[in-house]
């Protein structure tokens, strides 16, 4: 089959019926899994997968694939109305999405969200189908080395992260790690930093934080402050703003192109992750702005590069789950797991004799988020009028969402009692301008960088920085930090120059 | 000198560096390199801050690199005071009843009493206090299936009532 044949037949199965119904039955459900925190896309998967037995291949990708790409685009929404995100990678849409919410832009953070899920997911989906040949020796060259170095470049956002107080977001971003080192070290067998709890063996779970550092201490900074989420009556009462959100889109195309492309390489690598794309995005989209400082205080470009980048992934994610069998992501060790109840085994098969399956995954990513952002527009400004709702008809609703996010993320019940306690750090480090981003940072990061630092060190002692894709992600990581402190010395020394 | 908040808060970060570094140290080489990589310098910045707040007077504080906005925030510290100490006792409240007769009865209870104790309409509050109580009963325990903790309380009443 030629490659035009299989882009054309994967298109016209998706198009067939009954698959095409079960994927418009299950977009709705995945946006409701992406709007519920706590709930997710995982959970959306397993309990999918038990209506799958019978369904033909195609038939059971439609419905599970077109789920599962959607959830991102959902957990937006509660991201940026009341800053809970609706999944771990929402959780740097809270950053500016919810300070726009404040200022009365909730229309417009939300079109921007919106569409910019929608075209990283149809570009995630294109990178898919075309890096494949490209990037297959790359992807197996990927060791712990080039984990770690990958690691530190998002580590490196830190200090862009950071705010007006540097020193502050590098204790912030050292909390954050030290948080990610809490439970048992996979390396030594050792439980550190649980002090005798049973509850913290595990580690603790990104979103229990989450919510405590986002939801919690807004309930008490709005508590506090009364009114309404939203600072301002003038701007978006009528919800008008989502069409600014989706023309800022389009103006910002070549952030949604970049954004989407990390995030689809991201998703490619096995191990990082959707919080590690929405992140080092959301840092990506800093270091490139020309309004830095307008950033931590609802930045649209902020929200574009993040919801770009956490749709993508599923593309990116795809390609060693299809490829390789190698999952790129839990939820993508759901979906292969599902992949092989319907009857197909990942390997070289998949790009062979199955290419037409191939491509119907890429047109159901691409038809899903059309569909999902089609089916959440009309809502989005009516959505954007609840920032306009008293805080004390909004407060218990936070409340509750929040704290029952936290419960059913991990099903522990003590993880409440830590979602509370980080409420009120949270609510210090808004009150005292600690930048919580990079918090968040840390403890995303924190733990695969130092997995990967103790493996690489044993595998190849201090030489692992010399592994050629270690040393170019080096390299990448420094400029990234060095080109911003020599750009401002430059300009200042061409403005003092000028006088 | 009295401390503030702000100096508090600074202290908090010092300790918590501080707590990490002496537990550290307990653990083997290759389990405490890293945290205490992280910790130690993250624990002098803490100091460094802490020290600059100890110098810093509240107005300077406010303009200042990193200061807070209270000043332009202007709420009475004494109102600013009682209301989070109002709005800490609430969160208490939820978690307690939580604890006390588990998720499906704490949220009516407390989304009602809260709406009610701000002097929200009887109406207003009922429908809220019910419907998300709805919304959540219909999403996850007729939905998921999912198994919502149902506190000390509700299992032994439940227990009783069998017997």
Not at chain 1, 397 to 409: A, D, E, M, N, R
């Amino acid at each position: 089959m030629s490659l035009w044949d299989a882009i054309w037949s994967g298109l016209a199965g998706v198009l067939t019926w009954p698959a095409f119904g079960l994927m418009l039955l299950t977009i709705p459900i995945g946006l409701i899994f992406g709007i519920i925190p706590g709930m997710g896309g995982n959970m959306g998967l397993a309990l999918l997968i038990p209506f799958t037995f019978g369904m033909k291949p195609l038939e059971g990708f439609a419905f599970l694939l077109g789920m599962h790409t959607v959830v991102h685009t959902g957990g937006s929404i509660p991201a940026i109305l009341f800053d809970t995100p609706g999944t771990g990678p929402n959780a740097a849409t809270c950053i500016e999405g919810f300070p726009m919410a404040q200022k009365g832009e909730a229309g417009r953070a939300l079109g921007a969200a919106l569409t910019s899920s929608m075209l990283g997911g149809i570009i995630g989906a294109i990178f898919m189908a075309l890096i494949i040949p490209v990037l297959r020796p790359v992807v197996l060259a990927f060791g712990p080395p080039e984990f770690f170095m990958l690691a530190m470049m998002g580590l490196a956002f830190i200090s862009l992260m950071s705010g007006k107080s540097l020193l502050k977001g590098l204790m912030a971003g050292g909390m954050g790690l030290i948080i990610s080192f809490v439970g048992m070290d996979p390396q030594t067998g050792i439980v550190r930093f649980s002090f005798g709890l049973l509850q913290l063996m595990d580690g603790i779970n990104i979103v229990t934080i989450v919510v405590g550092l986002f939801a919690l201490a807004e309930v008490i900074d709005m508590a506090i402050k009364g009114g309404t989420i939203a600072h301002t009556k003038s701007a978006d009462i009528k919800g008008t703003g989502v069409w600014q959100g989706i023309k800022d889109t389009f103006t910002h195309w070549w952030l949604v192109i970049r954004t989407s492309i990390i995030g689809g390489i991201i998703g490619f690598i096995p191990g990082l992750g959707g919080d590690a794309a929405a992140f080092i995005c959301y840092g990506h989209a800093l270091q490139t702005s020309k309004r830095k400082e307008e950033f931590g205080k609802g930045c649209v470009e902020g929200v574009i590069g993040v919801d770009a980048a956490h749709n993508a992934k599923e593309g990116g994610a795809l390609i060693p789950t299809l490829a390789f069998g190698v999952p790129g992501s839990s939820g993508m060790a759901i979906l292969l797991g599902a992949f092989m109840i319907l009857g197909v085994s990942p390997g070289k098969e998949m790009f062979t004799q199955n290419l037409n399956l191939v491509f119907s995954m890429v047109w159901i990513l691409v038809i899903a988020n059309i569909i999902a952002v089609i089916l959440c527009l009309p809502f989005a400004g009516p959505l954007s009028k609840i920032t306009f709702l008293r805080t004390s008809v909004m407060i218990p609703f936070i409340l509750v969402c929040g704290i029952l996010g936290s419960y059913l993320t991990t099903s522990r019940i003590s993880d409440i009692i830590i979602t509370a306690i980080f409420g009120l750090i949270g609510y210090g480090m808004k009150r005292f301008d600690y930048a919580r981003g990079p918090l968040i940072l840390g403890i995303v990061l924190g733990k695969i960088a130092e997995n990967a630092l103790h493996i690489s060190l044993n595998l190849y002692g201090l030489k692992f920085i010399f592994r050629p894709i270690a040393f170019i992600i080096l390299v990448i990581t420094l400029g990234t930090v060095l080109y911003p402190a020599y750009k401002e010395h430059m300009k200042k020394k061409l403005a003092e120059e000028g006088r | 000198m009295k401390l503030q908040n702000r100096h508090y808060f600074s202290l908090f970060w010092v300790l918590f560096f501080l707590v990490i570094i002496v537990t550290s140290l307990g653990y083997s080489y290759k389990a405490r390199l890293i945290p205490l990589v992280v910790s130690i310098p993250c624990f002098i910045f803490a100091v460094y801050r802490f020290y600059v707040e100890l110098r810093t007077k509240e107005e300077e504080n406010a303009t200042a690199e990193g200061g807070h906005k209270s000043k332009k925030e202007k709420i009475d510290p004494v109102v600013r005071r009682k209301r989070f100490i109002r709005i800490i006792l609430w969160i208490l409240f939820f978690l307690a009843l939580i604890f006390a007769v588990g998720f499906l009865y704490a949220i009516p209870i407390f989304v009602l009493s809260y709406m009610r104790a701000n002097k929200e309409s009887w109406a207003l509050s009922v429908l809220c206090a019910g419907g998300m109580t709805a919304a959540i009963y219909l999403a996850f325990i007729v939905g998921t299936r999912s198994t919502l903790y149902e506190g000390i309380f509700i299992p032994l009443i439940r227990q009783a009532l069998q017997q």
